[in-house]
């Protein structure tokens, strides 16, 4: 193909980047056009990491351990949320299990972290990052957890 040729894609394809190069000539563009590409790849990827991580790495440590929690709201509610209406999402936290030593230590450590969560937002306490950091990453593993099916709802 020849790099002057427009390529005419089909529509379920024209959301997707073309890259041209030519087997004859030096392909200094297409090496620009890659370049570009990967770097607004990566740039824009950066920008949509969940906004308890952007948080997290912003040192808001109080918001992202409150934002993470409502992602784990958020799945169970996806999850299990048809099952009964009338409990709280966190406190739906007390019917999940798993048939893993390590969800199953997973489940209670996210239960404990519940009451550090709890004392944020009620008594206004304010955490470290290295705790903040455990919270959240355990609320992703879990959240992890539930989506895989790996800790179910009793």
């Given amino acids: 193909m020849q790099d002057t040729e427009k390529v005419a894609l089909p529509v379920d394809l024209k959301s997707y980047t073309l890259l041209t190069y030519s087997l004859n000539n030096d392909n200094e563009d297409f090496i620009k056009n ?61 019917q999940l299990n798993s048939n893993t030593p390590e969800n199953k230590r997973l489940l209670l450590t996210v239960k404990e972290y519940r009451s550090t969560r709890n004392n944020i937002i009620h008594k206004d306490i304010n955490i470290t990052k290295k705790e903040s950091t455990k919270i959240v990453k355990s609320v992703d593993d879990l959240c992890k957890a539930i989506d895989n099916f790996e800790v179910i709802f009793l």
Avoid at 47 to 67: D, F, S, T
Avoid at 74 to 94: A, K, M, R, V
């Fill in 34 to 94: 890659f370049e570009a590409t990967i770097s607004n790849f990566i740039s824009h990827n950066i920008n949509e990491l969940p906004e308890h991580i952007r948080l997290l790495e912003k040192g808001e440590y109080n918001a992202a351990v409150i934002l993470a929690f409502r992602k784990l709201e958020n799945t169970l509610l996806s999850h299990f949320g048809d099952c009964n209406s009338s409990i709280s999402p966190l406190s739906l936290l007390n």
